[in-house]
């Protein structure tokens, strides 16, 4: 077992774990929830906060301000703690107790901001986290709903890490839009080393994009494409997938239940998707779909 020399040097290399399937292809769970922050999320965090010391838009003493779910949030907290950042972290009401008590838990400060139908509302948590950085002096927001570094964390880590660990025998690839940062950066990346590999991002189907702009409440967490960013590249991604927040709640419970792997809602999501979608795949098929974080982090939700 390698020892590391902090947290941040522990992030990544999660594994990869065979879901039972009714069909010749193969199907894994990536297990991101094994994650130090607890989540995917540790990893485009990490890339926008370096990106951005290397770069100068944050310097020693400064302060961390963005807008999240919830799971980015506990990585730019966790990764400000070790690093010296103040950290302010906007949210919805809507995010689950054990996320926001996770967030300050690492010791940052946490707006509540109610839930709004678009992310240009004046309440918005993101247009909030916005005012808050422009008013704060030596601040930085790594803005992951806007910021193409968001994906480029995911095409040098999770990407390559999904590549090594199939040995290249990968033919499809699964994973949830929210910001679009995990399958445009890994799904970029896995395109590059095989063009025929299919990259099919997870929505819910009450987004702005599936409801083709009349958005409706979804009680799904980390998914959901609500507005047009230039994270989400489209040009990588072959299908878009809509998922009722029933078959994703159901699924956690099956994940749980019959495979022993408690996953968040949009793990369920995601699962729900592939593990139809795989019923229709052939003998050689091999596919990996992403587990973005653990059911630990929604149990007062009472899914599952």
């Given amino acids: 077992m390698k020892m590391y020399e902090n947290v941040i040097d522990a992030i990544g290399n999660t594994p990869l774990v065979r879901l039972s399937l009714d069909s010749p292809a193969k199907l894994y769970a990536k297990l991101e929830y094994l994650n130090p922050g607890g989540s995917i999320k540790d990893r485009s965090a990490l890339h926008m906060i370096e990106y951005a010391e290397k770069n100068g838009l944050l310097e020693k003493g400064g302060t961390i301000i963005d807008a999240s779910s919830g799971n980015h949030g506990i990585a730019v907290a966790m990764i400000g703690a070790l690093k010296g950042y103040k950290v302010i972290i906007t949210v919805s009401e809507k995010i689950s107790k054990e996320k926001l008590d996770s967030i300050r838990a690492y010791g940052a400060e946490v707006v509540m901001c109610p839930p709004t139908s678009f992310i240009e509302d004046y309440d918005n948590y993101h247009a909030t986290a916005v005012r808050l950085q422009k008013a704060t002096p030596n601040s930085f927001m790594p803005n992951q709903y806007f910021n193409v570094e968001n994906a480029e964390g995911h095409y040098k880590s ?122 229709n795949l052939k003998e050689g098929d091999l596919a990996v779909c992403i587990f973005g974080d653990s059911g630990r982090a929604y149990l007062t939700k009472n899914f599952y």
């Fill in 158 to 279: 999770l990407g390559t890490e999904i590549w090594r660990q199939t040995e290249g025998k990968i033919t499809h690839f699964f994973a949830g839009a929210g910001t679009g940062g995990t399958v445009s950066g890994a799904g970029k990346y896995l395109k590059e080393q095989n063009p025929n590999i299919k990259v099919l991002a997870i929505d819910s189907n009450n987004s702005l994009y599936s409801t083709k702009g009349n958005p409706k409440p979804y009680k799904v967490e980390g998914i959901g494409i609500d507005f047009v960013s230039p994270v989400l590249n489209h040009s990588v991604i072959d299908e878009i997938i809509p998922v009722t927040d029933d078959n994703a709640l159901g699924t956690i419970k099956n994940l749980a239940n019959n495979h022993g792997i408690l996953a968040g809602p949009s793990s369920g999501a995601v699962a729900s998707a592939a593990l139809e979608y795989c019923k």
